[in-house]
């Protein structure tokens, strides 16, 4: 496996921890069978490839709340990658079933951190992530999230480091 093991003893790890919230923030799962041309020449999921499922279940995760691609171009804009953070702690192999877990973390202007934690199905841990979304305009420049999206990933009060719209 690709990655050092960091984040399960190898070396540093994320800058913050990560686990699926249980305070009310919309949480979503996104489940799939890892097909055969996803496997890398060391026999699991390339690296690669978890970096799309992060992205899948983010672009579910919008679409289920009606926010899909086409909601986003009418308020004038979408969201761009920034930067990805992950830890690898596990590996699948194909036809494992895995789940891919994803929350709002934080909603700041234009900014929006979205955490992700990748299970096998029975529930081993396998992937902890984070990544910075940025929204930007029509024309690719930064913009504040509008309002309608704010609204439907609302963070709980409460949260020190995290925006609740108001």
Known sequence: MNGGGRGNGGGRGMSKEIAPPRDGRPLYTMRLRVRNYEIDALGHVNNAVYVSYLEQAAIEHGAVMGLDGARAAALGGHFVVRRHEIDYL????????????TWPEDLRGPRA?????????GGKRLVAARTLWVWVDLNGRPRPIPREIADHFALPDGDAG?????
Do not use: K, M, N, S
Request: glycine fraction near 8%; charge should be negative.
């Open 90 to 101: 596990g590996a699948a192999v194909a036809g494992d079933e895995l789940e891919i877990e």
């Open 113 to 121: 951190v979205r955490c992700y934690e990748i299970r096998h199905a």
């Open 162 to 166: 995290r925006r609740t719209p108001t």
